[in-house]
């Protein structure tokens, strides 16, 4: 079973590396066909033509758009990002710098889904056609239907702006902890830093729980979904003849085969957490990588928009690879096809 697993990631891998070219190309073409020219935005309003054109030279702008695409692919082999017309730094460096403040708001948002769509996922089912399943079908058909960005701007008049118990944006108001992983929550609990600690988490509530939203109501459909496909086999029917605890009958037998639609749909949403946050980062401004897409792209700054696709490729397929592993664990029947 450990060798055919390992042939199977090897697969997912070698068909990963064509889908992040394919991908890269899809958005270089469409960055340099909108009707932009990022010479001039860079060079400013009291610039003159000739210094507009020495930029568009440097940049290789007035190249047909194939030598363009190899340049970049040459320089992406020699392991450069190119430099950020934005920042006026090298894309690496400003990836690196912003990645653990999304990675840490993916994560709380992805935690949160889970935590709380499974259980109701489960109990929606259980009690099919209760009052609790039809109240949870409203709220997850709202979770799908509402958009993040006026749901982030709703929480935010109500919990910072009335209430007044939550900030309004950012990232932390106190010294930052100690640098460790560049996710604050984590490195306050390492390095015991309370103030820092309390700090994070009152920043991270309102961007985390309008992200998590959407993604919790998909993890309850789905829960629900696959519990209700097992729960009438005839091995469940038999568990339940034999007396065996409810409880014991959930976890033991009925969820281990319900719950692989949910950890695929988990990956997935991973990838699509990742992008929401160029919303998300915009409202609050939260410092992550979708803030800083965002400005690149309202600037036309195209290194830093491949990178950021370049970066974002790479974590949604890596995600997906752990979770088609974590299913092939679950069922080994899946490395196998």
Known sequence: MQFSLLIYTLKRILYAVPTIFGLL???????????ADPAALVAGEMATPEQVKELRQRYHFDDPLHVQLVLYFKQLARGDLGMSLYSGRKV??????????????????MLLSILIGVPLGIVAALKRNSTLDHLLRGVTVGGLAIASFWLGIMLQLFFSMWLGITPLGGRIDTEPPTFITG?????????????????????MALPAL???????????????????????????LYERSMGLPPRLIIYKYMLRNAIIATVTQIGLLFG???????????????PGLGLYAFNAIVLSD??????????????YVTVNLLVDVAISLVDPRKAEL
């Open 92 to 109: 690496l460096d400003d990836l690196v710098e912003r990645f653990p403040a999304t990675l840490e708001l993916t994560l709380v948002s």
């Open 302 to 315: 195209y290194q830093a928009i491949l990178g950021v696709t370049l970066w974002a490729g790479i974590a």
């Open 25 to 35: 190309i899809l958005v270089f073409v469409i960055s340099r066909v909108i009707p």
């Open 272 to 286: 699509l957490l990742l992008a929401g946050t160029v919303v998300i980062e915009t409202v609050f401004d939260w």
């Open 183 to 203: 996710m604050y929550i984590l490195d306050s609990l390492l390095t015991l830093n309370w103030g820092a600690l309390w700090s994070s988490l009152r920043h």
């Open 210 to 236: 309008t992200l998590a939203f959407a993604s919790f109501a998909t993890i309850t459909r789905f829960t629900r979904s696959g519990v209700l496909d097992v729960v009438q086999q005839d091995y469940i």
